[in-house]
């Protein structure tokens, strides 16, 4: 099965923050999966979320590096995005990840954060390329590496 296909099943998905990476930065391994994921997005077959967390840890590096370009075509995607929701962090999610936390020892808070945000909105799917994240049995978790 390729990516198109499986995520064909679901309406929502959370979007972690590598397969933002990959998309804008064209990554030579994952970029062309992360690409059928925002084309997904930009013709109305599938809806995403993903939270500003993400627009943290994506703009980070650039910035570091002197790249403001670069940094602002994170923040443009992230912000303005077709069918791609940019969700703030509340006390609830905050509660959700630290339940996650206590439930999985492994899951880092940020991780906690980011599918807490994801199952407060109800997605379908956590996309993700970080494999630990495959024991979380709290929402469907999708690996770009499992469909290269």
């Known amino acids: 099965m390729n990516i198109a296909s499986a995520i064909e099943e679901f ?15 064209a990554h030579p391994q994952y970029g062309r999966l992360a690409k059928i994921i925002v084309e997904s997005l930009q013709h109305n077959t599938i809806t995403a979320f993903t ?66 945000a994801a199952k407060d909105v109800g997605a379908d799917a956590f996309l993700t390329n970080d494999k630990k994240l495959k024991n979380i049995k709290d929402i469907k978790v999708i690996l ?4 290269l």
């Open 51 to 116: 939270s500003v967390l993400t627009l943290t840890e994506v703009m980070s590096k650039p910035i570091e590096k002197g790249n403001e370009k670069l940094a602002r075509k994170f923040a443009d995607f992230l912000q303005y995005g077709k069918n791609l929701t940019l969700l703030e962090i509340t006390s609830g999610i905050a509660e959700r990840a630290a339940k996650l936390r206590g439930q999985y020892s492994f899951l880092k808070t940020i991780d906690a954060v980011q599918i807490a």
């Open 144 to 147: 770009l590496s499992d469909y």
């Open 11 to 25: 309406e929502t998905i959370f979007i972690d923050t590598a397969p933002v990476i990959y998309y804008i930065e």
